[in-house]
């Protein structure tokens, strides 16, 4: 059966990191383009990071492209975000993605055009 799972998420403190991972199974993640969401209470789903499938494209939201950093590891069919610098307003469930469009070198920071999801893990950013 194939999905994916997220995980690293809880609370932190501003200023401080998170890690957050998403292990896929059932799927080669060199087939997609990958992705991570934001969704905060009473918002819509918002794009973090994307990264194309061949790696060569990666895009990011202007609120998180200093502090953030996505990185894919196709041997461990699993890919991360690395959140530095927390704030308050980086609350949120986050949500990784999969894009299986036929797209080499690019990406989507769009909700739409995603086909396989995560069912989300929490962040809660407070002193």
């Known amino acids: 059966q194939s999905h994916l799972v997220e995980s690293g998420g809880g609370l932190e403190q501003p200023g401080g990191s998170l890690r957050l991972s998403c292990g896929v199974s059932?799927?080669?993640?060199?087939?997609?383009?990958t992705a991570w969401f934001r969704q905060a209470d009473g918002k819509d789903r918002e794009g973090m990071f994307c990264?194309?499938?061949?790696?060569?494209?990666?895009k990011s939201a202007d609120s998180v492209k200093d502090r953030f950093r996505m990185v894919r590891d196709s041997a461990k069919n699993t890919f991360y975000l690395q959140m530095d610098s927390l704030k308050p307003e980086d609350t949120g469930t986050y949500y990784c993605?999969?894009?299986?469009?036929?797209?080499?070198?690019?990406?989507?920071?769009?909700?739409?055009?995603?086909?396989?999801w995560g069912k989300g893990t929490p962040v809660t950013v407070r002193s």
């Open positions: 990264l194309s499938r061949d790696g060569s494209r990666i």
């Open positions: 993605a999969l894009d299986a469009r036929s797209l080499f070198n690019t990406c989507s920071l769009l909700a739409d055009d995603m086909t396989y």
């Open positions: 059932g799927f080669v993640l060199g087939n997609y383009a």
